[in-house]
């Protein structure tokens, strides 16, 4: 637990670093893993637009309907139901949305990716991806941190 006193950090959580929680076959399972335990320990805030409510479940669905699938249904459901059961604060603005236009034409990436980068912005804090393609595109800007080096 946080000592009275001590700043717990806050980040803008990504979709692609909860699937991660669930989905173990993945790269970058162990840091995304230590960022749930920091999260349940109550040593780091998260926060996501409310697109993650979805982002995540469709990621699980769509490997338990992959042949062979990557998780068994009955696993996804209630990996899904965990999700969601953490209460990972979520923000759905306007003004939100129409940043994030700005941002995906400005990045040349998704309207989906730069709704986590517009709240980041909105926010001043960090938002941390696992999602390389989108890393890849923003990661010259000061609040976007990889995965693997956040500590």
Sequence with gaps: ???????????????????KWVLTDEDHVEESTNILDKFTNGDLN???????????????????RRQPPRINP???????EYFLSLGIQTVDSDDMITLAFDLSRQHGCALYDALYLALSQQLGIPVLTADDAFYQKVKQLPNVIWVADYQ
């Design 1 to 19: 637990m946080v000592s009275q006193g001590q700043a717990v950090d806050t980040l803008v959580l990504d979709a692609s670093v909860a699937v």
């Design 74 to 80: 009955a696993d996804a459901k209630l990996a899904i």
């Design 46 to 64: 998260l926060i996501a637009p409310t697109q993650i409510r979805y982002e995540v479940p469709n990621a699980i669905t769509v490997a338990s």
